[in-house]
């Protein structure tokens, strides 16, 4: 474990730089010895600052910190690392788990991901879909983000199911701001908080769009809620098409829309279109009738017919002779069936909770104990003005300064471009070109054609818009 952070400490989370070093020397201990002997071959100069400062003894004290305040460590090499995890390209190599272990391996979760700001109609279909699948008994999975996000978590508590929110930043970082009551019930729930990060790393957009292969990752299927072109619920879309997920999108409200072009090439590449929670249920019933709960579910609506219903409507067509036992033999008792303990129904008024505005203070005091290398000064919070906008039971989201949009100022996506601007090419052109990895160069070319700076064209190629 000491060794994981320690490279941690180096290259960050989601980096998948680790994965090759590990594979180069055949071990985190074997890779870290190396790099604290003067071994720095495979580092890379960006690095050189973040070794300098890098020690075992900073991975010691946030081991201590975690175990003294309830937040397990899980290593991809542990029993209890997330399978459906361990099988995702570049998986987390540790986790930060602060709640159930074991709602990580639900046999039977659905990430559910879509806009921070949703329309109406967004909104509607989050609430049908959410709150069907968690009175069902799905584990949902989401981003702890406002919008869609705080719908999908907000449901699964109603229903006193676990959910898994997936964090951009450090488990330390109440982001969004005041989310630390809905993190709380989450885990009273039975679910779990979880990050990649260090546990006072801040937000960044690079943690945005990792984190998004965590929430697929850890699901057997992905549903897409009022996502469009600009959405970042579209990279979602694509790590779950990429791990081989099961991928859901609702319709848009207009098809014609240019806006929502991506979502109708995927429903016409094959992605299931959601009109309701019926659509997810149905295509998992099959194969996880024995976890998912059909009591209040119509079976109008069902396409296969529960078993218990089956058996209720088959005929008998005759009553069986019951001959007398002998006098001499003795009839033998029939064997005791083992009965099953019954599946606990969902409760038919639910107990809705919503998170407070009011700021509560924070239940661990990490500042004392976090390594003082990733503590940065708190920015002053600028005064109030002097005619505030009345609270709602919605809470409104204030982006923080440190997450903006693209910026040509990042050095690969500045190659990128200069790449496609001596013409049209493809991924794997400029991968070789380049040097960097499958995934992310998805993800750039994915952020460049949102900020509308390049567009796909037949043949899997992209050019300068």
């Given at each position: 474990?000491?060794?994981?952070?320690?490279?941690?400490q180096?290259?960050?989370?989601?980096?998948?730089?680790?994965?090759?070093?590990?594979?180069?020397?055949?071990?985190?201990?074997?890779?870290?010895?190396?790099?604290?002997?003067?071994?720095?071959?495979?580092?890379?100069?960006?690095?050189?600052?973040?070794?300098n400062?890098?020690?075992?003894?900073?991975?010691?004290?946030?081991?201590?910190?975690?175990?003294?305040?309830?937040?397990?460590?899980?290593?991809?090499?542990?029993?209890?690392?997330?399978?459906?995890?361990?099988?995702?390209?570049?998986?987390?190599v540790?986790l930060?788990?602060?709640?159930?272990?074991?709602s990580?391996?639900?046999?039977?979760?659905?990430?559910?991901?879509g806009?921070?700001?949703?329309?109406?109609?967004?909104?509607?279909?989050?609430?049908?879909?959410?709150?069907?699948l968690?009175?069902?008994?799905?584990?949902?999975?989401s981003?702890?983000?406002?919008?869609?996000d705080?719908?999908v978590?907000?449901?699964?508590?109603s229903?006193?199911?676990?959910?898994?929110?997936?964090?951009a930043?450090?488990?330390?970082?109440?982001?969004?701001?005041?989310?630390?009551?809905?993190?709380?019930?989450?885990?009273?729930?039975?679910?779990?908080?979880i990050?990649?990060?260090?546990?006072?790393?801040?937000?960044?957009?690079?943690?945005?769009?990792?984190?998004?292969?965590?929430?697929?990752?850890?699901?057997?299927?992905?549903?897409?809620?009022?996502?469009n072109?600009?959405?970042?619920?579209?990279?979602?879309?694509?790590?779950?098409?990429?791990?081989?997920?099961?991928?859901?999108?609702?319709?848009?409200?207009?098809?014609?829309?240019?806006?929502?072009?991506?979502?109708?090439?995927y429903?016409?590449?094959?992605?299931?279109?959601?009109?309701?929670?019926?659509?997810?249920?149905n295509?998992?019933?099959?194969?996880y009738?024995?976890?998912?709960?059909?009591?209040?579910?119509?079976?109008?609506?069902?396409?296969?017919?529960?078993?218990?219903?089956?058996?209720?409507?088959?005929?008998?067509?005759?009553?069986?002779?019951?001959?007398?036992?002998?006098?001499?033999?003795?009839?033998?008792?029939?064997?005791?069936?083992?009965?099953?303990?019954?599946?606990?129904?969902?409760?038919?008024?639910?107990?809705?909770?919503?998170?407070?505005?009011?700021?509560?203070?924070?239940?661990?005091?990490?500042?004392?104990?976090?390594?003082?290398?990733?503590?940065?000064?708190?920015?002053?919070?600028?005064?109030?003005?002097?005619?505030?906008?009345p609270?709602?039971?919605?809470?409104?989201?204030?982006?923080?300064?440190?997450?903006?949009?693209?910026s040509?100022?990042?050095?690969?996506?500045?190659?990128?471009?200069?790449?496609l601007?001596?013409?049209?090419?493809?991924?794997?052109?400029?991968?070789?070109v380049?040097?960097?990895?499958?995934?992310?160069?998805?993800?750039?070319l994915?952020?460049?054609?949102?900020?509308?700076k390049i567009?796909?064209?037949?043949?899997?190629?992209?050019?300068?818009?």
């Amino acid at each position: 474990m000491e060794y994981y952070l320690y490279l941690l400490q180096i290259f960050g989370g989601g980096n998948p730089l680790i994965h090759k070093i590990i594979e180069l020397y055949g071990s985190p201990q074997k890779a870290v010895k190396a790099i604290i002997s003067g071994d720095l071959s495979a580092v890379g100069a960006k690095y050189m600052g973040a070794v300098n400062t890098a020690s075992l003894k900073t991975s010691e004290m946030i081991i201590s910190y975690c175990k003294n305040n309830s937040i397990d460590i899980i290593t991809i090499d542990d029993e209890s690392y997330p399978v459906r995890l361990k099988n995702i390209f570049n998986p987390p190599v540790l986790l930060f788990v602060h709640g159930n272990l074991k709602s990580l391996s639900a046999p039977l979760s659905i990430s559910i991901v879509g806009p921070r700001k949703p329309t109406e109609y967004g909104r509607e279909l989050a609430h049908n879909i959410s709150n069907g699948l968690s009175r069902c008994g799905i584990a949902t999975v989401s981003g702890l983000a406002y919008g869609i996000d705080n719908i999908v978590h907000n449901a699964a508590i109603s229903y006193k199911m676990p959910t898994i929110g997936v964090l951009a930043c450090g488990i330390t970082i109440e982001y969004p701001e005041h989310s630390f009551p809905l993190r709380r019930e989450i885990i009273k729930n039975g679910g779990a908080i979880i990050s990649e990060l260090l546990p006072d790393v801040k937000c960044s957009p690079e943690y945005f769009r990792t984190r998004n292969r965590i929430i697929s990752g850890l699901s057997n299927g992905t549903c897409i809620i009022n996502g469009n072109n600009k959405s970042g619920s579209i990279l979602t879309a694509r790590h779950a098409f990429e791990q081989d997920r099961e991928l859901f999108f609702t319709i848009p409200e207009s098809t014609l829309d240019p806006e929502c072009s991506a979502i109708i090439r995927y429903l016409r590449d094959g992605a299931h279109p959601v009109y309701d929670f019926y659509d997810i249920v149905n295509e998992f019933y099959g194969e996880y009738e024995n976890v998912i709960d059909a009591t209040f579910l119509d079976k109008n609506k069902m396409l296969y017919l529960p078993k218990a219903k089956a058996k209720e409507e088959t005929l008998v067509k005759t009553v069986p002779e019951v001959k007398p036992a002998k006098a001499e033999e003795k009839p033998k008792p029939s064997p005791k069936k083992e009965e099953k303990p019954l599946k606990p129904k969902a409760p038919e008024n639910p107990i809705v909770f919503k998170v407070k505005l009011e700021h509560t203070q924070q239940d661990i005091n990490y500042r004392d104990v976090t390594p003082e290398r990733f503590l940065k000064k708190s920015k002053p919070k600028p005064a109030p003005k002097e005619n505030p906008k009345p609270v709602t039971e919605e809470i409104k989201e204030t982006k923080p300064e440190e997450i903006k949009e693209v910026s040509d100022e990042n050095p690969v996506y500045e190659r990128i471009l200069q790449e496609l601007s001596k013409g049209a090419c493809t991924p794997d052109h400029i991968m070789e070109v380049l040097n960097i990895s499958y995934g992310e160069i998805f993800d750039i070319l994915t952020d460049l054609e949102i900020s509308e700076k390049i567009e796909s064209i037949p043949g899997g190629r992209y050019k300068l818009k």
